[in-house]
């Protein structure tokens, strides 16, 4: 058994569980990131998202050792059926700006993500993109025209977003909204 998976499948999907435990304790002993990722695979859902949610965190901290594991991120970002996994890789995918070799792949499985399905997944692939465009300018010419796309999504949160960051693109000087930056 995964030393994680005891801790990861406290609560349900409603819930952090113990998702801020097992950052903490990673974050401080990188060594235990193989066995965080390995929970991206976990059987069950909330386990899981539980995972995603602590890697989110550890990648605030630790983006180069993160960047590491970049195919498992793509993976779970494309393909889980968990919306909570899939909007906390799009998190973890900003966080890799720090990390320039990651950032195309990065940016390519951001841009998918602005399909999906789940409203909260496409807002934070847009917020990602807008990052990493920022952060990144020779990739503004990729993101940007996906971004103005999404001034028109039907969900009005998700196009409330994507108008912010493209306005945010135009005027670098202006600052990321709070709510926006999860830092260490």
Known sequence: MNRFEPLLSQGDLTSD??????ARIVGDRPQFLP????MLAGETRAVR????DALEKVARKHPVEV???TPRIVEAAQSDDVPMVRWHMAMVLGHLSAVPAA????????CKQLADPSPFVR???????????REHPDQQGRILPRLVQLTLDPRPSVAKRAQTAVRLLSHPETRLPASWVKTA
Request: aromatic share 6%; net charge negative; hydrophobic share 55%.
């Open 17 to 22: 569980g113990l998702a801020n435990e097992v």
């Open 103 to 110: 950032v195309p792949t990065a940016v390519r499985t951001l």
């Open 35 to 38: 066995d965080l990722v390995e």
């Open 67 to 69: 960047a590491a594991w």
């Open 49 to 52: 998202g539980h995972a995603a």
């Open 123 to 133: 807002s934070w692939a847009i917020t990602s993109l807008c990052r990493l465009a």
